[in-house]
């Protein structure tokens, strides 16, 4: 599975836009884009994936560049309850399940 | 429901003394993991198995082990060789492409968090 680096920590304004951002330069053609979060001593939740086109479900927006060399998880109207750990993770759909491996993540903060 | 079960969510141990994390799904998937979490640090790869009678070391299986002879259940047992147990284990499964409500994703439990007094 590809690595991906995010940024360690960000903060958001109270019902702005959050842009969370995820680079994964070495992603393979069949590999897909996960994003998860972590609310405090809880397991992580799935939020979105994609492959290449950009995705929307009712929690969040998820926009990959056309190179899919990274991409961006965008909460549209961030609430304090969106505060937690934001983990961007790369893996392939097969029959072969393989590794699932998790990086340190983006802490947001969504202030009042 | 469907779902995940860990179990206990809070366990005190004395060091030396081994002891047993259980995780059960009902889910029907096939492949099953550990991960490890340290007070403000991601998530690390304990072991996983892709199916039953089956199962594969992580980044960090040293003083861990595991069984899978059921598709339900993948207990993690943390033995007294592991030189600092004390953290937060996460359990997650996952389905296989192609098995019914198979998206790729990742399903967690709650979380066991041991102490080792």
């Known amino acids: 599975d590809a690595k991906t680096t995010q940024p360690t920590s960000m903060d958001c304004a109270e019902g702005r836009a959050a842009n969370l951002p995820c680079n994964h330069s070495t992603i393979s053609g069949n590999e897909y884009v996960y994003w998860y979060r972590q609310i405090h001593s809880q397991g992580p939740q799935y939020i979105i994936h994609g492959l290449k086109n950009n995705e929307t479900n009712e929690m969040a927006s998820l926009i990959i560049t056309e190179d899919r060399k990274s991409s961006t998880l965008i909460l549209p109207h961030a609430t304090l309850r969106d505060t937690a750990v934001y983990y961007c993770?790369?893996?392939?759909?097969?029959?072969?399940?393989?590794?699932?491996?998790f990086g340190d993540g983006t802490t947001l903060t969504v202030k009042p | 429901d469907g779902g995940i079960t860990q179990s206990p969510k809070y366990l005190f141990r004395k060091e030396g003394q081994n002891v047993t994390l259980s995780c059960e799904q009902n889910?029907?998937?096939?492949?099953m993991y550990w991960y490890r979490q340290d007070p403000g640090q991601g998530l690390r790869l304990i072991y996983y198995?892709?199916?039953?009678?089956?199962?594969q070391k992580g980044d960090i299986a040293e003083g861990y082990s595991v069984s899978r002879e059921k598709k339900e259940s993948f207990p993690l047992t943390v033995t007294s060789a592991q030189k600092n147990p004390t953290a937060f284990y996460l359990c997650?499964?996952?389905?296989?492409?192609?098995?019914?409500?198979?998206?790729?994703?990742?399903?967690f439990g709650e979380g066991s968090r041991l102490t080792v007094l």
């Open positions: 198995s892709q199916i039953v009678n089956d199962f």
């Open positions: 997650a499964s996952r389905a296989y492409r192609g098995q019914g409500l198979d998206t790729g994703e990742l399903f």
């Open positions: 889910l029907n998937h096939d492949a």
């Open positions: 993770i790369v893996r392939a759909h097969n029959t072969n399940a393989g590794k699932s491996t």
